[in-house]
């Protein structure tokens, strides 16, 4: 069994010629950029699959259809909405979708080659959010645990056990699915029962010290060896 690191949200990067499309003053736009920033996740663990661009550029692990709960605050693949609910961006440049496609291309890719070799998967989806909730998430949730592990109807039973155990093992307070639920798995594989997928969300404030930080790293070292 492989497990691979998935980070979509850690980047903070624009490209230069979509700037223009932000409506927000360039000091609140940073801002907003590193409010909705899972900040330093890859510097906890070497992700296997990471965007390079900013969430608010184009959110990869949205659903690009209808279906997606986050269109109805203006938060789909293509935020036109900033966290506390302000208008970010008019019309996004529909071009911008290719990065959304690229990627899950590359995802697909990712995880066909790796099947190669073995005969399971395990993608961890690493997140982290805030200690309080933010405008725009959907039901505020105020239970807001150390640590959030998602899952769907697809998840492996062993996995899930085992990183129960490592969080119990690390001392961490965890929640299933709160606030936050859900974990993704790349399209062609959504029903492949190679591949499963756990969500791992990590409380801002668990990691704001050096000391935090290199006991978050050491908690993600033991999931990826299995220990």
Same mark, same amino acid.
Request: proline letters at 4%; charged letters at 35%.
């Given at each position: 069994?492989?497990?691979?690191?998935?980070?979509?949200?850690?980047?903070?990067?624009?490209?230069?010629?979509?700037?223009?499309?932000?409506?927000?003053?360039?000091?609140?736009?940073?801002?907003?950029?590193? /409010?909705?920033?899972?900040?330093?996740?890859?510097?906890?663990?070497?992700?296997?699959?990471? !965007?390079?661009?900013?969430?608010?550029? &184009?959110?990869?692990?949205? !659903?690009?259809?209808?279906?997606?709960?986050?269109?109805?605050?203006?938060?789909?693949?293509?935020?036109?909405?900033?966290?506390?609910?302000?208008?970010?961006?008019?019309?996004?440049?529909?071009?911008?979708?290719?990065?959304?496609?690229?990627?899950?291309?590359?995802?697909?890719?990712?995880?066909?080659?790796?099947?190669?070799?073995? *005969?399971?998967?395990?993608?961890?989806?690493?997140?982290?959010?805030?200690?309080?909730?933010?405008?725009?998430?959907?039901?505020?949730?105020?239970?807001?645990?150390?640590? &959030?592990?998602? @899952?769907?109807?697809?998840?492996?039973? %062993?996995?899930?056990?085992?990183? /129960?155990? @490592?969080?119990?093992?690390?001392?961490?307070?965890?929640? /299933?699915?709160?606030? !936050? &639920?859900?974990?993704?798995?790349?399209?062609? %594989?959504?029903? *492949?029962?190679?591949?499963?997928?756990?969500?791992?969300?990590?409380?801002?404030?668990?990691?704001?010290?050096?000391?935090? !930080?290199?006991?978050?790293?050491?908690?993600?070292?033991?999931?990826?060896?299995?220990?």
């Amino acid at each position: 069994m492989k497990t691979i690191f998935h980070i979509p949200h850690c980047s903070k990067k624009i490209p230069k010629k979509y700037l223009k499309e932000y409506l927000l003053p360039k000091n609140e736009l940073i801002k907003e950029i590193d /409010i909705m920033c899972d900040n330093d996740l890859d510097k906890m663990i070497k992700a296997n699959m990471m !965007f390079k661009y900013s969430r608010i550029f &184009c959110d990869v692990e949205r !659903f690009n259809n209808n279906n997606e709960i986050m269109n109805k605050v203006g938060m789909g693949v293509l935020y036109t909405k900033t966290s506390d609910l302000r208008e970010l961006r008019k019309n996004p440049s529909k071009d911008i979708i290719k990065y959304y496609d690229r990627y899950h291309y590359k995802f697909n890719k990712l995880i066909k080659k790796t099947l190669e070799t073995n *005969d399971r998967v395990l993608i961890i989806d690493l997140h982290s959010y805030s200690k309080h909730p933010l405008d725009y998430e959907i039901g505020k949730n105020l239970n807001r645990p150390e640590i &959030c592990i998602g @899952i769907n109807e697809k998840y492996n039973k %062993y996995d899930f056990e085992k990183i /129960i155990y @490592i969080t119990n093992k690390f001392g961490y307070i965890y929640k /299933i699915n709160e606030p !936050f &639920c859900g974990c993704l798995i790349p399209s062609d %594989y959504m029903n *492949d029962d190679r591949v499963s997928g756990i969500m791992i969300e990590i409380r801002k404030d668990v990691y704001d010290t050096c000391e935090k !930080f290199s006991k978050i790293k050491e908690y993600l070292k033991y999931i990826k060896n299995g220990n």
